[in-house]
């Protein structure tokens, strides 16, 4: 695992800063409808997969921010996402298409599974291919955090900050909201004195 | 479902989604509450069978309300708890994103930015190791989800086929 993890830190940045400046409602629409027509257990993966890596429109610090961003307003970070990139290179229009890819389709999978569900309850196979997915739905989040890992400038407070949010919710599983609201600040104040 | 308690219901979302900083999982135990145990709308297994069946399903993991508004009172039920979801997450995303917009070199806003990358990233790695524990029950499930981390990153394949490996192997009874 290191040596995969290495290799990726050791890659050459050969990002460019902006991509595009505007694109269509109807562009957002369908890039958004791709994220969340693949987003199985988790649209974070598909969502950098198509931002970053197919459609050039973020670099990978870029993704990271907004998704930092998301997770500090109110609502679901991935929504939050959407609406900030949707309005990011489409205003207003790119914003509310954006949203209604992300959100239009599967708000029709999701209702149609519950009728489905209801007349014919759980079927063992159907569980044992979704426990067999969501092992792989979870080491593709584990991949989206190996590649947006070096973004992490090179000093000791970011990698500090990055270790003690992992332990603190990972390893000993402590409220996301405490963790938040103790780090939050200190890494505010790192990155108030590195401002320049 | 009765229209006064389908409004109550409404309402109560709205004001969980404007606080609901984090992410949709941090408002479920409160959802439970108010679901399960407050004003018995849903029973206990109903709402897990509910939560499960929605993460399951492809698109955002906040489509556990949609679907326990369509178990309580159909379409409408389903689009009022979206839109207690939607109208807020937008309001206040919209807002930043103006404000992102006019000052761009806000420092205030890149001080955010640029201090919560960390804690972005340490927070995936947290999420991502916990739920393969959580999935994972012998060796297999850690070999295939070794596997999968490094077909995606040494690979071009499309996860969509990494995925219906995963189905497969579960299927099969492997994982």
Redesign the interface.
Known sequence: ?SS?LS??KLRPMNQTEVHVARLSPYQLFLTFLRI??????????WAR?QLVEKERWLTD?EF??Y??????????????LT??VG??FGG?AG?LTA?VG??G???L???G??AL?QHYG?QP?VQ??????????????????????K??PRRWQ??L??????VA???L?WP??WV?GT??PL??????K??L | MARGDLVALFLHSLAL????????S?ILPEFHRYLVQANQLLTNVQFV??YT???????????YA??MG??LAG?TG?TLM?LA??L???T???M???M??SHPNA?IV???????????????????????R???HNWR?YL???L???A???TSWN??W??A???????L???
């Open positions: 695992m995969v290799k990726v969340t027509t693949s987003g199985f257990g988790g649209a974070m993966f997969r610090r990271v921010e998704l930092s961003l998301g997770q500090l307003l109110p609502g679901p970070p991935g929504l939050n609406v900030l309005y990011r207003w914003a949203v992300f959100v389709l599967p708000f999978v999701v209702i599974m519950g569900y759980a196979m044992r291919a979704l426990a067999g997915m969501s092992i792989v739905a979870a080491a593709l989040l584990f991949a989206t955090f190996a590649r947006v890992v973004v992490l970011p990698l900050i990055a270790a003690l949010a992992f919710v990972g390893v599983r996301l909201i938040i780090l939050a890494a505010f104040l790192a990155a108030w590195e401002r | 989604w404007c606080i609901s900083v984090g992410g949709p941090t069978e509910l069946l929605a993460q399951a399903a492809p698109g955002p993991n906040f489509m949609t679907l369509w178990q379409w389903a979206t979801v939607l807020p997450t937008m206040f995303a919209l930043l994103g103006r992102n917009q420092t890149n001080v955010i930015k640029r201090g919560l990358t960390p804690i972005t990233i340490g927070l995936m790695l947290a999420s991502s190791t916990i739920l393969i959580a999935v994972s499930s295939l989800a070794l999968t981390i490094a995606v990153l040494r996860p969509l990494l995925l490996v995963g189905a497969l192997a579960g299927m009874g492997v994982v």
